[in-house]
């Protein structure tokens, strides 16, 4: 079972900055890394819609940011992210996403990055 524990920014650097630069995913750990880095103003967020949008079904996505629950959700992916709201997290455990950690999410294959 995925866990589903909202990551401060602080965790996600360390995960990445302690990531294997050989591993297939270090190419995506180093622009999340970058993306995570910024201010918090700058900071990515990402509603619901446009995840929609954007994702397909059973894939793999990361969003270095928070997730705003403005919008829909109709199709199941796994998904990781720094902070979601409550309305966002409810959405996506109804459409049947799975919420699941960084670490587990940079041993996956066909990471996709929503920004």
Known sequence: M??????????????LEKSDPKSKSSKVAKRILKLTSLPKRRRVTVNLEKLNMYAKADENIIVP??????????????LAAVDWSDSSEK?????GCKLVS???MLKRENIRVII
Do not use: P, R, Y
């Open 2 to 15: 995925s866990t589903m524990e909202k990551h401060n920014v602080k965790e996600w650097i360390g995960v």
């Open 65 to 78: 940011g928070k997730i705003l629950g403005k919008g829909t959700v109709d199709k199941a992916f796994h």
């Open 91 to 95: 959405k996506l455990k109804h459409a």
């Open 102 to 104: 960084l670490e587990e």
